[in-house]
Structure formats: structure tokens, C-alpha cells
């Protein structure tokens, strides 16, 4: 894969998982969406979550299965999915933590993990083709409500060609990731292994949460995540926010909400004590980059050379991966708690 198209791959990724790759009207809508996470709490207990399908969800695997998706549409699994299109990233790593990479026959054209998705048929991205995911003869679609916008109609095409589409909540938090992972579970007849899933994630989330709980306020580092070179980052209400104050850090960005874009002048006054880019996978040595900006010689992390990549897929993706992206930025929060 070229660097040109790493580069599309991770803001694709990024950009449908946060909403921004709506239709016209879409930062409206994604600052409704981002602005909910934190009002439902830090914590990562999912039973704190509040999701539109949660309640839904059965203790046991068992057919038919009726619930409502996220945009509140019936749905009606009447059996075990056998031929399945992934419209999302974060959710085709999911279906494949599942075991059920022979079951998938379609991924999004940016799909990179697992490394078996490299034999999958490619559908498109964010505008999907239609007729490509018909010939695949699909009984389950999954994709994600942020695509609603732009491929509204498209969906409803599929469903009219008979193939059941679910559309799944977007995730701001661990707890939704969690229950984005069970319903997924639940549909797809793998509801224990979705549970051992989720479980090792907690796991891992608490003993990285345990290792900096004596971490005082007044010790508590500034944190500037910075998604690409044009300074997207990511504010209050983001999974990405959460991961910061989970590490008993405190987020740059974080008085504002959502997703969004700064200037390089407007970063200087918040004088991060750590930089932390995402962008290493399709951009050589970002943290030269950063170095670089003469405006910024004055900002602590630059003057402490403290500033860090991490791997751009397990920080954006809200999946079953986000646990070691957590550990991620721990590593670069706290280099002397988390040794590499």
C-alpha cells in the first residue's frame, strides 16, 4: 500500500467512524453525536452505557432474533448470518475477533486488519457499490448509523433486494465499543465468544488503569492528540478523550467538544506537556514534523522532545483493539510507568 493511500485509509477510517463523512448537515450532526459520550460517564462499565439496541440483546444465541438497530428500524435475524459485508473498519475487525473471517465476503475498500481482509472482495468506501455487494449474495450487512447521510438510499436498496442491513450505533466510549461488539454477537450467533472478547478488554483496560491511579492531580499531564498534520484532534465526548482521562491525564483539546480542527496558532496557548500523533503509518518521522513548527519552540513537549506516534489503526478505531491503544498512549503519557 502507498503512503498516498495509508493516508486515505486512515482518515477514511477515522472520518466514518466520528461522523464526519456525512452528507451535507454532517457537523451538526456529528457534535450531536460527539456530545453525549462523557454525559453518560468515564466509566467502563457497560451496564452504564445507554444504547439504542442494548436492551434488546438476549442472554443466550437463538434464532429468530427481532431487535431495533440504531436508527430504529425492526430487524429479524432468522438465522445464523453465513455470507456477511462489512461497511466499516472498526466492525469488520470485530466480526473477524469473532471468528468469522470465512463468514465475511465483502470489506470497505479501506479495510487493512486483519491481514485476511487482503483476500476479501472490496465493496467501495463510504459510497458503497450497490451492485457489488449484491453480487455477493450477502444475508447480513453490517454497517454503521454515521453512513446514513450519504448511503441512505443505498440501504434501502439492499433491503429491498431481500439482505438484512444493520445499521450499528457509533461508539464514543469503551462502553459503547462493548456493546457494539455484543450486538454484533448477538446477531452473528457468537454471543460467548463476544463476551470473552469484551472481557479481556476490561481486563486490560483495568490493570493499565490501575498502574496510574496514584497519579495526582497536580501531576496530571497535558495531552495535545493530534490525528493528522492539519491538526484535527479530538475534544470532550470522544473515545479518544476518555482514553486520556482513563490514564488520569487531561485532554488539550479537551474544553471543547467533539471533533476538530485547530490552528497551529490556536494549539500554542494550550502548551501540551505531550504531543501524541496518529499519523506515523503513512507520514515518515511525524514527530520531526512537529519539531519543526518554529511557531511551536516554546510548547513543553517540543522543548522536552516529548512527542510520540502511536499505531494510527488501534487509537482510531473503536474495536476490539482500542485496550491496546489505551496502553499506547499510556506508554507515551507515562514512559516511566510503561517501559518499552
Known sequence: MTKNNKFYSLLFSLFLAIGLLTACGSTDHTKQKVGTSLEKGLSTNDSEAVNPVKDNLREENSYPFTFKDATDVEITIKKKPERIVSLLPSNTEITFALGLGDEVVGVNDYDTYPKEVEGKEKVGGQEFNVEKVLSLKPDLVLADSTMIGVA?????????????????????????????????????????????????????????????????????????????????????????????????????????????????????????????????????????????????????????????????????????????????????????????
Open 152 to 340: 441512505g438510499g443505498r440501504f434501502n436498496q439492499l433491503r429491498d433486494a431481500g439482505i438484512t442491513v444493520v445499521l450499528i450505533p457509533a461508539s464514543d466510549s469503551f462502553a459503547e465499543v462493548y456493546d457494539t461488539i455484543r450486538l454484533i454477537a448477538q446477531v452473528t450467533g457468537t454471543k460467548e465468544k463476544g463476551e470473552a472478547i469484551i472481557d479481556q478488554m476490561k481486563t486490560k483496560v483495568h490493570e493499565i488503569v490501575a498502574k496510574v491511579s496514584q497519579v495526582k492531580e497536580e501531576q496530571q499531564p497535558l495531552v495535545w492528540v493530534e490525528i493528522d498534520p492539519t491538526l484535527w484532534t479530538a475534544g470532550k465526548g470522544t473515545f479518544m478523550n476518555e482514553m486520556i482521562e482513563l490514564l488520569h491525564a487531561r485532554n488539550a483539546a479537551g474544553i471543547q467538544d467533539g471533533w476538530l480542527q485547530l490552528t497551529e496558532e490556536k494549539v500554542i496557548p494550550l502548551n501540551p506537556e505531550v504531543i501524541i500523533t496518529t499519523y506515523g503509518y503513512y507520514i515518515d518521522n511525524p514527530a520531526e514534523q512537529v519539531y519543526s513548527r518554529t511557531a511551536w519552540k516554546d510548547v513543553t513537549a517540543v522543548k522536552k522532545k516529548q512527542v510520540y506516534d502511536v499505531n494510527s489503526e488501534i487509537v482510531n478505531r473503536p474495536g476490539p483493539r482500542l485496550a491496546e491503544g489505551l496502553e499506547e498512549f499510556a506508554k507515551a503519557i507515562y514512559p516511566e510507568i510503561f517501559p518499552k
